[in-house]
Nanobody, 121 residues
Framework: QVQLLESGGGLVQAGGSLRLSCAVS????????MAWYRQAPGNQRELVAR???????TYAVSVKGRFTISRDSARNTVYLQMNSLKSEDTAVYYC???????????????WGQGTQVTVSS
């Protein structure tokens, strides 16, 4: 029904920058919010940043001032600009889309496949 395509991960030196992208496609009625989560080995998946259809944003304390989430509503695409990267940012980053699907008009979360971000010291 709904597919998420992520890109932009890679290897970067500490202090460097990366920009992640996530495009949502498929059969859905509305896209209510999009978010980025991350999961490092041995850790639980945590919310990094989230943006709603109304434009409000939420950030994890650990990334405030360094990461910026933005959304292109016309293209159903969300971005995560990551600056001043630290080794502790190393994780698999997952895109999340909160949608209302057509069948039954129910709410459902969809996840991307994940993209690896590795920050070397």
């Amino acid at each position: 029904q709904v597919q998420l395509l992520e890109s932009g991960g890679g290897l970067v030196q500490a202090g460097g920058s990366l920009r992640l992208s996530c495009a949502v496609s498929g059969n859905f009625f509305s896209l209510n919010a999009m978010a980025w989560y991350r999961q490092a080995p041995g850790n639980q998946r945590e919310l990094v940043a989230r943006v709603t259809s109304g434009g409000s944003t939420t950030y994890a304390v650990s990334v405030k001032g360094r990461f910026t989430i933005s959304r292109d509503s016309a293209r159903n695409t969300v971005y995560l600009q990551m600056n001043s990267l630290k080794s502790e940012d190393t994780a698999v980053y997952y895109c999340n889309a909160e949608t209302t699907v057509v069948r039954g008009m129910i709410r459902h979360d969809y996840w991307g496949q994940g993209t690896q971000v590795t920050v070397s010291s």
